[in-house]
Each structure stands twice: as structure tokens, then as C-alpha cells.
């Protein structure tokens, strides 16, 4: 290669280890980058928790991923890694039900990148809440498919999981 040719990727060189130390320095162990990670989510009066869980094809917890969200139409963005504690990836939301105070989210925009993904997927989050029957986005969607972009309420707030292949694979959106 002569020294004008730019070098070209590998196939190693996907999305890795590397996105905490730089994104989450703080959770990756360098300290005295941020006080705080950027993004981290906190409850609040409006706020739900939303888990978010990713699955590979075989089914199993993938853990070394970062997740990012983000509504425009109320300026919210939030970054989270895997909890140690749990196969999660941890949010607060802002409120998301019709009818409770504070902001009304129709959905979230989800980023996902991890190992062995060059390029960050993207997809969206829904709830059961709201009526989505005239988003356009989600009309684009398969009805047989809309319910990959659907949280699910529990206990602590709502879930989604997100398969990233196989017979339950999410959608995502080449944007």
C-alpha cells in the first residue's frame, strides 16, 4: 500500500470492547473522564423504568452491547451498557401512558451497536398505551411483525427485548 491509499477495514474491525472505554468510561473502570457517564438516566416524578434486554440468535443475553435512545419530540436522550447485576440494559423514560401528567412519548428511537455489529442497528420502541394504528413508521411494519417493537408492561415498569436474529428477530430500520 502506498502512503496515499487509505487503510480498509477488516472484518475484525467491528463495534467492540473499545465503545465502553470511550463512551462509558466510567462503568469500563477509567476513571476521571466524567464525573458521570454521558447519558445516564435517573428516576424522576414523570419517569418510567424501562429494561431493555438483547438476545442473539441462539437465544442467549448478549452483554457487551450499548444501547441508546432518544425521542425528538421532547428532547430526551439516554445511553446505557449491560448491568452486571442483571441481563439488562437500564432506562428511565419519560412518561409514555395517555393521560398521566407530564410528557406523552408514542415511542423511542432505539441505536444498538455491540461485537460483530459493523454498522448500529436501529429500530423503535412502542407501548401499549398509546394508539400506534396511525404512526407512520410502524405502518411500514408487517402487522405480523409490529408486536418486535412493542414493550411490555411488568412489574417495574415495561420490557423489551430485542432478538437480533432468528424466528423472533426484531425489526430494524436501515436509516
Same mark, same amino acid.
Given at each position: 500500500?502506498?502512503?496515499?491509499?487509505?487503510?480498509?477495514?477488516?472484518?475484525?474491525?467491528?463495534?467492540? $470492547?473499545?465503545?465502553?472505554? @470511550?463512551?462509558?468510561? &466510567? #462503568?469500563?473502570?477509567?476513571?476521571? !473522564?466524567?464525573?458521570?457517564?454521558? *447519558?445516564?438516566?435517573?428516576?424522576?416524578?414523570?419517569?418510567?423504568?424501562?429494561?431493555?434486554?438483547?438476545?442473539?440468535?441462539?437465544?442467549?443475553?448478549?452483554?457487551?452491547?450499548?444501547?441508546?435512545?432518544?425521542?425528538?419530540?421532547?428532547?430526551?436522550?439516554?445511553?446505557?451498557?449491560?448491568?452486571?447485576?442483571?441481563?439488562?440494559?437500564?432506562?428511565?423514560? $419519560?412518561?409514555?401512558?395517555? @393521560?398521566?401528567?407530564? &410528557? #406523552?412519548?408514542?415511542?423511542?428511537? !432505539?441505536?444498538?451497536?455491540?461485537? *460483530?455489529?459493523?454498522?448500529?442497528?436501529?429500530?423503535?420502541?412502542?407501548?401499549?398505551?398509546?394508539?400506534?394504528?396511525?404512526?407512520?413508521?410502524?405502518?411500514?411494519?408487517?402487522?405480523?411483525?409490529?408486536?418486535?417493537?412493542?414493550?411490555?408492561?411488568?412489574?417495574?415498569?415495561?420490557?423489551?427485548?430485542?432478538?437480533?436474529?432468528?424466528?423472533?428477530?426484531?425489526?430494524?430500520?436501515?436509516?
Amino acid at each position: 500500500m502506498s502512503g496515499r491509499e487509505k487503510p480498509q477495514e477488516s472484518p475484525s474491525q467491528t463495534a467492540g $470492547p473499545y465503545l465502553h472505554i @470511550g463512551c462509558t468510561p &466510567n #462503568v469500563a473502570g477509567v476513571s476521571g !473522564v466524567y464525573d458521570e457517564d454521558l *447519558g445516564v438516566t435517573t428516576q424522576t416524578k414523570n419517569s418510567s423504568f424501562l429494561e431493555i434486554r438483547i438476545f442473539d440468535g441462539d437465544g442467549n443475553p448478549v452483554t457487551d452491547a450499548m444501547v441508546e435512545l432518544w425521542a425528538d419530540s421532547i428532547s430526551f436522550w439516554a445511553r446505557a451498557v449491560h448491568d452486571e447485576e442483571r441481563d439488562i440494559y437500564p432506562f428511565f423514560v $419519560p412518561v409514555v401512558a395517555k @393521560g398521566e401528567s407530564g &410528557n #406523552v412519548v408514542s415511542n423511542i428511537s !432505539v441505536w444498538i451497536v455491540a461485537r *460483530g455489529i459493523n454498522l448500529g442497528l436501529h429500530s423503535r420502541i412502542y407501548f401499549p398505551e398509546n394508539d400506534n394504528s396511525s404512526d407512520p413508521v410502524l405502518g411500514l411494519v408487517e402487522p405480523s411483525r409490529q408486536s418486535t417493537l412493542l414493550a411490555q408492561k411488568h412489574d417495574k415498569g415495561y420490557r423489551f427485548d430485542i432478538h437480533l436474529q432468528g424466528e423472533d428477530e426484531t425489526v430494524f430500520f436501515d436509516v
